[in-house]
């Protein structure tokens, strides 16, 4: 699913115009993006939680080369979903 796709939705599911829901959908993800840069936790409950987390510096290697490379720390987003959620999809897989 697109954020198209999710704009889509909110037309035909809300009845805002297509240019609003649009907005609507980019005004969520800056939202999100705001949050995680200012270091904050995005917490939806039910869905599950964003965070930002500092991966380590490690050790990897070229694949073409074998050659070992440092590969320097830096910031990610983690996404932990909610039991709620991960109990919803596994069901979906059992039907």
Do not use: C, H, W
């Not at 954020?3 to 609507?24: M, P, Q």
């Amino acid at each position: 699913m697109t954020k198209k796709d999710l704009a889509g939705v909110i037309y035909s599911e809300i009845g805002f115009s297509r240019r609003e829901s649009a907005e609507i959908v980019n005004f969520f993800f800056d939202l999100i993006i705001e949050k995680l840069r200012s270091g904050e936790e995005v917490k939806l409950p039910g869905f599950g939680i964003f965070k930002v987390t500092r991966r380590k510096s490690r050790i990897g290697r070229n694949p073409s080369t074998g050659e070992e490379v440092t590969i320097p720390s830096r910031l990610t987003v983690v996404f932990k979903p909610s039991r709620f959620l991960r109990k919803k999809v596994d069901q979906k897989r059992e039907d």
